[in-house]
């Protein structure tokens, strides 16, 4: 396995484990995150996202991760997240697949693609199978989204 793979490795055991500092220190400090939920986030405002998360999940968060491939540039990596929405309290099953860019050892971009309106459905119900699927729905969660990552960096 390549040192990158080692580090995916690493990163996502982190994440298992909730070990925020230790995903932090796997990334680049110019990593730039790419999701369906958050859209757009660089550097801090990326690990300070996977530490809202885990701290949100009030160890009610399970992660499962297979098919780690990686090279010296480039890598991808499956993923699942298990846990209960908070807004709602229903449980989600995500099924995830990251793509991730890799400079001087860290990771430098990661990409998370996963199906928003699967998760929409899961995550609120008859509201999400309705407008799961549309760019508002899209443009509202990730507003709301940024919205508790601006408090969270506030209070922390």
């Known amino acids: 396995m390549t040192s990158n793979g080692v580090l995916l490795h690493e990163f996502y055991t982190a994440f298992a ?14 990593v730039v995150f790419r999701d369906p939920a958050f859209g757009e986030l660089k550097g801090r405002d990326v690990e300070m996202m996977w530490r809202m998360l885990i701290k949100r999940s009030k160890g009610n968060l399970k992660i499962t991760f297979r098919n ?6 480039n890598g991808t990596v499956d993923w699942i997240a298990e846990y209960v929405y908070g807004g709602t309290g229903r449980k989600v099953v995500n099924t995830i697949h990251a793509s991730f860019e890799f400079m001087d050892g860290k990771i430098i971009r990661h990409t998370d693609q996963f199906d928003l309106w699967a998760w929409t459905r899961q995550a609120l ?3 999400g199978f309705l407008l799961g699927w549309t760019p508002f729905m899209k443009a509202k969660i990730q507003k709301q989204t940024n919205k508790l990552l601006k408090g969270f960096k506030e209070k922390n």
């Open 17 to 30: 484990k909730a070990d925020a500092d230790r995903m932090s220190a796997c990334y680049h400090s110019e």
């Open 68 to 73: 780690v491939h990686a090279d010296e540039k």
């Open 125 to 127: 119900g008859w509201k």
